[in-house]
Every structure is written in structure tokens, then in C-alpha cells.
């Protein structure tokens, strides 16, 4: 009692009450969230561009006789989860005993909350039970062919990777700690980040003002020497005394920029090549416009063959070395098939595949587009004649939807994260666009109908081709890891060619295992009997070397010739018959 005789009370603040700065503040973040939003409504008004969402229309995939039995056996799935979910509705009730484990290495789910808070506890079991349960009824599936059942399944596994609750705001608890930590700011910059995404129509991985081509990306000197309406040809300048009298030609895949093989001093294969004592020659290709809408498989090779002979000539020599990277290698491969038919094999001295296929039997997840149903939405998409390489690039980041999609969204989206600068993911988001013509004759003719191994099945520039005519020395590298030339179909490559072969198996996949520069010291690669019978039989007998496989490949160039010239005159870009065009790396690379 106080001397008034009233009770004193000492009001506390309500924890759970937001105080008036706070409260102003969210009012300030809803706001600048509602001014984003309405300033992108307004910019996307005339825009009648196409969204890229069609692509991956589960229905799309599996449009056969067998999607009601799907959808019957789903719909069973559905009420088996419903129930289960049901079973957890009270806080703290234990998990259900056949709720499969934890996966020890999903990177999802690495946030100590996942497995000390029950709240989160019970949602990341039961997406898992789920998710588990929709691919155990898509593989117990009665009826389908065992295509039909592999595009189920991949649709099944999509599905399951989107429906993750780490993608989902309010059931991520990374999200709610970093939202409340930074009053909604993460919330605000993550918005910020999709809205300008869905402006460019393209996924972000890194800031796309972060590089800059031929400042601090693809900045090896040298200089255009060549250009067609299809291809620039960038001659890189020399670092020795003395350079091996045969040149090299690189032929990058046209899916993608070339400067792959050029992303910074550190990680250039051309700039080691060069430094190792090479002429290194690369084909820059032009990204496809309306002009393009009539470019067909034809066009690609008469542009090796144009740029094999400008080499040859240029430089005075009877042979050079050539390299074909995944799809740039499947033509290279017709392009020797034509010449040797043509009785020009001796225009090259050796072929070295990167990650490349002729035979597509065992070609991967690739091959779930190549049905009816996505050629017709291919053909609606590229009716400009060439196709948007957005629209590839989307088709290529679903085959690992769950590292190059969701989890780019939860970062970039969810947490706001400052984008990394990432040499690597800014080429990959480089798109270029692809001849909708050449497009789909390659997915029917090679992916779908598989006809490049047949002999004589396919013609190129009016000569039919049959692979075992190539005699060529050939070294042929695959990726253990690779998911867009699995190495049982790079393997191929060794039943089709006649001519003597190597076999090198790199650690990682489609990019890292071809580029993997000596001084980082990552991976490693396998050699072996290159006669083995099967790619059992190689990996059996391989013998495992750590580190970069890029000096096993100057020792074998060194093998197939030796000879080394003076480094003068044409050996310097633009100082023979060809004169330089401009500085590399060129225009056509930076066409959008």
C-alpha cells in the first residue's frame, strides 16, 4: 500500500508486444514490399512474353494412357499423407515409427531448429514420409514402359523437391529468424532480388553486374582473326619462345559462351594451353537470331571444316589439333566421319572429346525431352526460329532442380543473401539462344531416334557418315559426376571410332571436371586400359591420380606430334595473312 492507500503496480513490457518503432518500421517494410510489387505490375503491363513455367508441366512429361493409373495411385498417396499428417497435429506427439530417417547429408535441413524444435521436427518428417511415399508409388506403377516410368519419375522427384517446406517462407526457420533479426529487411532484399528475376525472366545465381566479358571475364589476349555469319575465330596470343608446329582448335559448345574454357587467368584452360606451348585457336559462336532461322547441323560442320582449313592455311601447316566439348564434340565427331569419307582425315592431327556423345542409349534425364508433347511446346516456344536460351538453360538447371532452382530461391528469395561472385554461375546464366530448326533435328535425329550410330543413317553436307571410318587419334575425357553426358554414354565413344583411343575418367562433372586447372589441386582422374571391353572393365583395372588431368593431355598432345617451330610472324595473332578483326573476345560473344 502507498501512503494514498491505492496498490502500486510496475508495468512490465510485453515481450510479445512489438513496440512502436518496431511496429512503424513493418509498416514501412509492407509498404516499400507494396510499392515494388506494383512498380514491377506496371512495368510487366505490355509484356507479352511467354513464361517458361510450361516447361516443366509435370502433365506435359507424362502425356501417355498411363497418367490416369498415376494420378489413381497419387490420389491414394495423398489421402495416406493427409491421414499421417492428421496423426501429428498436436505439438510433441512422436513421429510416426515407419517416418523414414533423416538424410545425413540434405543440405536442406541442416538448421539445428529441423531437429530440436517439434514444430519443424514434425514438418521436415513428414515431407519426408511424403515425398518418399509419391517416388515409392511412381516405381510400384503397374502398366508404363520404361520410358513412361522414367519421365513419372522424374516428375515425381521434381514435384517432391518444390513441395519441400525449406522453400516455403513461413515453414523454413531460417527464414523467420533472419526476417525477425532484420525487422524484414532480408524479406524486402529477397523480393527485390525476384522481382528483378522475373523482369529478365531468367533465375539468378550471382549478380549479373558482378563481371563484365572481357574485363575481368575471358580476358586471355588475342584477337578475332576470322568471321562468318555463324562464328568469330579468336587467335590467342603467344607466351613462348617456341610453340608446337601443330595448332590447336577449340570448339565450344554453341548451347553456351565459349569462354567456359577462359573464365579468369586461374581457372583458363586456354591460358595454360597457351603457356604450355600451344597455338590455340577458339570458335566463338553467334547467339541465334531471326537471320539464323534456316541453320541446320550442315552449318555447324562447314564452320569446322571452315575453320580447320583458315588454321591450316593461316599457319602454313598440313594437320591440326582439334577439341570438342559436349555438343561441339558430337559434331566434331561427324565432321571427321565426313572427312574421312571425303579421304580429308589428314587435315587433323587428333580429336580430344570433352564430356561429348555419339551414341545417346544411355544419354541421362536429357532424354525425357525429346517426347511429342515437348517437341510441340519446343516448336510453340521458337517461333521467332530460334529458340530463347532461357528456355534451355531452365531445362538444364530442372535436371538438378533441387541445387540450381530451390535452393536459389530459399538464398536469393527467402534470406535476401548478397549474390556470390561466382565466375562459374554468371557464365552459366550467360545464355545463349539456339536455331530452332538445328534444335529440333538434333533432339529427334541424335537424343531421341539415335541415328548417328547407325552407318550411313545420317548425311552431313551431302556425305553420308559412318563413325568407324574416324581414325583419328582420339582422347576422350568423361566426368565420374556428370549429369548432362553421363560417362556410361561418353564411353560409347570408344565402340564407334576405329582409330586408337584414350580413355580418361575426371573427378566431378560436366564443367568442374573439365575444368579443373593444375595449381587448385582439386579432384582427380583415373586412367586405364583403354582397350577394355567395357567401361567395367576400365574402371576395374583404373589406376586413380590426384589433382588436375590437364598435364596427362599436354603429354599425350606432346605424343602425337613433338615438333616445335619458332614463335614469329603468323604465329602472332594478325600478323599474317589474317588480320585482326578486333580484340578478343570479340562481338558475337557479347550479343544477346
Known amino acids: 500500500m502507498s501512503d494514498t492507500g491505492k496498490n502500486d503496480t510496475i508495468e512490465t513490457p510485453n515481450p510479445f508486444m512489438p513496440s512502436p518503432e518496431d511496429m512503424q518500421h513493418w509498416a514501412s517494410v509492407i509498404g516499400r514490399a507494396q510499392q515494388m510489387m506494383l512498380e514491377y505490375a506496371l512495368g510487366q503491363v505490355n509484356d507479352g512474353n511467354a513464361g517458361a513455367a510450361a516447361l516443366f508441366d509435370p502433365a506435359r512429361w507424362i502425356d501417355n494412357p498411363a497418367t490416369k493409373l498415376w494420378t489413381e495411385q497419387s490420389s491414394k498417396m495423398w489421402d495416406q499423407g493427409v491421414a499421417f499428417w492428421t496423426s501429428l497435429a498436436s505439438i510433441g506427439q512422436p513421429i510416426a515409427p515407419d517416418a523414414p530417417a533423416p538424410e545425413s547429408k540434405d543440405r536442406r535441413f541442416a538448421d539445428p531448429d529441423w531437429t530440436a524444435n517439434p514444430v519443424f521436427a514434425m514438418i521436415r518428417q513428414t515431407y519426408g514420409l511424403l515425398a518418399e511415399q509419391m517416388l515409392a508409388t511412381t516405381r510400384q506403377l503397374d502398366g508404363p514402359d520404361p520410358a513412361a516410368r522414367a519421365k513419372m519419375e522424374f516428375a515425381a522427384k521434381a514435384m517432391a523437391d518444390a513441395m519441400a517446406p525449406t522453400n516455403l517462407a513461413l515453414t523454413n526457420p531460417e527464414v523467420i529468424r533472419r526476417a525477425v533479426e532484420t525487422r524484414g529487411e532480408s524479406l524486402l532484399k529477397g523480393l527485390k532480388h525476384m522481382l528483378s ?58 548451347i553456351n559462351r565459349f569462354y567456359i574454357l577462359d573464365l579468369n587467368p586461374a581457372k583458363s584452360f586456354v591460358a595454360w594451353a597457351v603457356e604450355q606451348g600451344l597455338s ?31 588454321v591450316r592455311e593461316l599457319l602454313a601447316v598440313p594437320a591440326v589439333h582439334t577439341i570438342g566439348y559436349c555438343v561441339a564434340g558430337t559434331t566434331l565427331a561427324a565432321t571427321l566421319a565426313m572427312l574421312a569419307a571425303r579421304g580429308e582425315a589428314d587435315k587433323v592431327r587428333s580429336v580430344t572429346f570433352f564430356t561429348a556423345q555419339v551414341d545417346f542409349e544411355h544419354a541421362g534425364d536429357l532424354k525425357l525431352f525429346v517426347d511429342d508433347s515437348y517437341l510441340a511446346l519446343l516448336q510453340q516456344l521458337s517461333a521467332p526460329g530460334f529458340l530463347d536460351g532461357r528456355y534451355m538453360a531452365a531445362t538444364f538447371n530442372s535436371l538438378r532442380g533441387r541445387d540450381l532452382i530451390w535452393n536459389y530461391v530459399v538464398s536469393n528469395y527467402l534470406l535476401g543473401n548478397d549474390y556470390p561472385p561466382f565466375d562459374l554461375l554468371y557464365w552459366n546464366g550467360d545464355v545463349t539462344n539456339l536455331p530452332a530448326k538445328w534444335h529440333r533435328q538434333y533432339l529427334v535425329d541424335l537424343y531421341r531416334d539415335n541415328r548417328m550410330v547407325i552407318p550411313n543413317s545420317l548425311s552431313v553436307m551431302g556425305t553420308p557418315i559412318d563413325l568407324r571410318k574416324i581414325e583419328t587419334p582420339a582422347y576422350i575425357q568423361a566426368g565420374r559426376e556428370d549429369h548432362i553426358a553421363p560417362l556410361a554414354s561418353v564411353w560409347r565413344l570408344m565402340d564407334h571410332l576405329s582409330g586408337p583411343t584414350t580413355f580418361l575418367l575426371a573427378g566431378s562433372g560436366h564443367i568442374a571436371g573439365v575444368v579443373n586447372p593444375p595449381a587448385a589441386g582439386k579432384y582427380q582422374y583415373w586412367t586405364g586400359d583403354s582397350d577394355a571391353a567395357t567401361l567395367d572393365d576400365f574402371v576395374a583395372g583404373a589406376r ?49
Open 280 to 310: 590455340v585457336f577458339m570458335v566463338s559462336w553467334k547467339s541465334a537470331d531471326a537471320s539464323m532461322t534456316e541453320i541446320v547441323w550442315d552449318d555447324y560442320i562447314a564452320a569446322q571444316v571452315d575453320a580447320i582449313d583458315t
Open 544 to 592: 586413380e591420380t590426384k589433382g588436375s588431368w590437364w598435364p596427362h593431355w599436354i603429354d599425350w598432345i606432346s605424343a602425337q606430334d613433338s615438333a616445335k617451330t619458332a614463335t614469329k610472324g603468323a604465329r602472332f595473332p594478325g600478323k599474317g595473312a589474317k588480320k585482326a578483326i578486333e580484340d578478343a573476345p570479340g562481338r558475337y560473344v557479347k550479343q544477346r
Open 197 to 254: 528475376d522475373l523482369s529478365r525472366g531468367q533465375l539468378s545465381h550471382v549478380d549479373p553486374d558482378a563481371f563484365e566479358v572481357g574485363v575481368n571475364i575471358a580476358t586471355t589476349p588475342g584477337k578475332v582473326i576470322h568471321e562468318t555469319d555463324l562464328y568469330q575465330l579468336i587467335h590467342y596470343a603467344p607466351t613462348t619462345k617456341e610453340v608446337f608446329t601443330v595448332p590447336l582448335i577449340i570448339f565450344p559448345p554453341w
